[in-house]
Each structure stands twice: as structure tokens, then as C-alpha cells.
T-cell receptor, first 113, second 114 residues
């Protein structure tokens, strides 16, 4: 089945540093969504992207929809301790068995004060 | 707070038993999605309902079933439970008819099968 691969798998950074992570797919996606999940909580939607090449910001977060439509990128500027969590990319895909919704493997972010 | 509610928050049961998880979507959302999150599998899409009808199906076992009621709340039924069914189960909702819409997640139900 479809798989969304995220890299890096984990990151340990100093407070104030910028963070970059990406998500790649073996097939084309028409929508990319980025979520953050904290321990014991449900994923929280951060940014939604709907058009190839689109660059969208939400505060210190910026995400881009890759031109090939097979990847997406998330950047966090000037990280703070509350950025800690697991970041997931996600998106819908039409398969021969119908619509599916896929989540990436996740990038775990640790911010060291 | 996403506006999506799930009950119960925790559930402990024995193998072979049956449980029902409940989800109430955000006000105005017609689509409900169910996901399973286990340590080694990540977030797996199970099934989607839109306005009472099944819209999409993911990796849902035959022992699992779901439905969406006229008031739009949804229930996920898990039967003949196995140890491997222990996981977090999330419900999400969206206003979109398809699966491309922005989904808002509930706090989850942690199921432990002993």
C-alpha cells in the first residue's frame, strides 16, 4: 500500500534553532496536511496545502507543497520548548480499492532549552 | 480543543470480548473517520462515514465495524478482541464530503486488551 516516508525520524535541537523536515510519497498527492501530536493527545492540524508549489505559513511554521506533488516540507523557525512532539504529514489518495487517507511515519522533535 | 469528543478515554478488557467506542464530530461536520494508532504501525486509517453512509474503507479488520447515526455521532465496534488490538483509537471529523478535507481529531480512546 501507499507509504509516506518522513525524514528525519527524530531530531534533537537547541531552543532557538530552525527545523526542517520532509515527507515523500511514491505517488502523487493532491492535498498535503501537516499535523502535530503530543503524548496522549490526538493529532492537531497545523497546515493544509492544496496546490503544487504552494507555500503556506502558520506563525513560525511554514510548509510547502512540492512541485512534483510527491513531497512536502515543513519548517519551524526559532524553535521553542512547546514545539516538542511528533510531526506527521498526511494526505488522501485514490486507490483501486477506493479513497484512502495516509499518515506519514512521523518526525519526533525534541527541543533542548 | 478540536470540538471532537470521544468516549471512553480509557478501556481495559479481556481477549475475546467486544467493545464500543463512541465519537461525536464537530458541530456542522458530516464526515467521521476512525484511525488506529499502535506503537509499531503508526496511524492507520480504518473507515470513513459521511452523513450516515460508509464512504471509504482502509485497513479495517472484519472483526471491526462502524456506523454513523442520524445525529452524526459514530460508533466503532471491536469484537473478538485480541492482544494486538491494544492501541489508541482516534476519531476525526471534517466538513468535506471526500477524504481530502482537513480533519480534526478527538482526544482518542486508549484500549488495552489483557
Amino acid at each position: 500500500g501507499q507509504q509516506l516516508n518522513q525524514s528525519p525520524q527524530s531530531m534533537f535541537i537547541q531552543e532557538g534553532e530552525d527545523v526542517s523536515m520532509n515527507c515523500t510519497s511514491s505517488s502523487i498527492f493532491n492535498t498535503w496536511l501537516w499535523y502535530k501530536q503530543e503524548p496522549g493527545e490526538g493529532p492537531v492540524l497545523l497546515i493544509a496545502l492544496y496546490k503544487a508549489g504552494e507555500l503556506t505559513s502558520n506563525g513560525r511554521l511554514t510548509a510547502q507543497f512540492g512541485i512534483t506533488r510527491k513531497d512536502s516540507f515543513l519548517n519551524i523557525s526559532a524553535s521553542i520548548p512547546s514545539d516538542v512532539g511528533i510531526y506527521f504529514c498526511a494526505g488522501p489518495s485514490v486507490t483501486d480499492t477506493g479513497n484512502q487517507f495516509y499518515f506519514g511515519t512521523g518526525t519526533s522533535l525534541t527541543v533542548i532549552p | 480543543d478540536s470540538g471532537v469528543t470521544q468516549t471512553p478515554k480509557h478501556l481495559i478488557t479481556a481477549t475475546g470480548q467486544r467493545v464500543t467506542l463512541r465519537c461525536s464530530p464537530r458541530s456542522g461536520d458530516l464526515s467521521v473517520y476512525w484511525y488506529q494508532q499502535s506503537l509499531d504501525q503508526g496511524l492507520q486509517f480504518l473507515i470513513q462515514y459521511y452523513n450516515g453512509e460508509e464512504r471509504a474503507k482502509g485497513n479495517i479488520l472484519e472483526r471491526f465495524s462502524a456506523q454513523q447515526f442520524p445525529d452524526l455521532h459514530s460508533e466503532l465496534n471491536l469484537s473478538s478482541l485480541e492482544l494486538g488490538d491494544s492501541a489508541l483509537y482516534f476519531c476525526a471529523s471534517s466538513v468535506e464530503t471526500g477524504t481530502g478535507g482537513e480533519q480534526y481529531f478527538g482526544p482518542g480512546t486508549r484500549l488495552t486488551v489483557t
